[in-house]
Antibody, heavy 121, light 110 residues
């Protein structure tokens, strides 16, 4: 059974930093691209960032480019999202999602349950 | 890339068919076959219902079908059931190697 378990969400002040983690199981983690997708409470989904299966290629939405860094440790089956210079509009539930291929195609067949990040003073 | 445009809400009676549209541009929906549809119940993670325009993952009811014409994709739910009441989102791969989601549609079963 495929499982994705996010952690690391918290309340953080504007300008602060936070690192999210997503531990994967039930599939060959190192064979698939992975993404982070966020959802503002009561609002829609926004694709945030992705990494290829090997981790050598990364992709970012314009809204987080230069502030967020995605990475993965295939030996630990874990995906990360380092978030710096956080702003109030980064407040959201952050989902990790498995892609269909080893590179980004934006076809997410499995999702975690999400981790809440709140940016507020 | 701006969010793909979906109707805010669609409703239908049990047994009826409804169709949700998803309008983008030639740089996303119209530019490749990686167009998907997701179902999301309150408090839950999204669930993939349609991928690559018209393919159903294993386990998804054949009451769900997808299509695309130009820059607009569509999701049709046939034989509407109470359990289909949820939010639905489309998504697409873009020409700038990013992802984009639709604005979301709330489906109500009357």
């Amino acid at each position: 059974e495929v499982q994705l378990l996010e952690s690391g969400g918290a309340l953080v002040q504007p300008g602060g930093s936070l690192r999210l983690s997503c531990v994967a199981s039930g599939f060959p983690f190192s064979s698939y691209a992975m993404s982070w997708v966020r959802q503002t409470p009561g609002h829609g989904l926004e694709w945030v960032s992705a990494t290829s299966a090997s981790g050598q290629t990364t992709y970012y939405a314009d809204s987080v480019k230069g502030r967020f860094t995605i990475s993965r440790d295939n030996s630990k089956n874990t995906l990360y999202l380092q978030m710096n210079s956080l702003r109030a509009d980064d407040t959201a539930i952050y989902f990790c999602a498995k892609d269909f291929e080893g590179w980004l195609v934006v076809v997410f067949d499995y999702w975690g349950q999400g981790s809440l990040v709140t940016v507020s003073s | 890339h701006s969010a793909l445009t979906q109707p805010a809400s669609v409703s239908g009676s049990p047994g009826q068919s409804i169709t949700i549209s998803c309008t983008g541009t030639s740089s996303d929906v119209g530019g490749n076959h990686h167009v998907c549809w997701y179902q999301q119940h309150p408090g839950k993670a999204p669930k993939l219902m349609i991928y690559d325009v018209s393919n159903r993952p294993s386990g998804v009811s054949n009451r769900f079908s997808g299509s695309k014409s130009g820059n607009t994709a569509s999701l049709t739910i046939s034989g509407l059931q109470a359990e289909d009441e949820a939010d639905y989102y489309c998504s697409a791969y873009t020409s700038t190697t990013t992802g984009v989601f639709g604005t979301g549609t709330k489906v109500t079963v009357l």
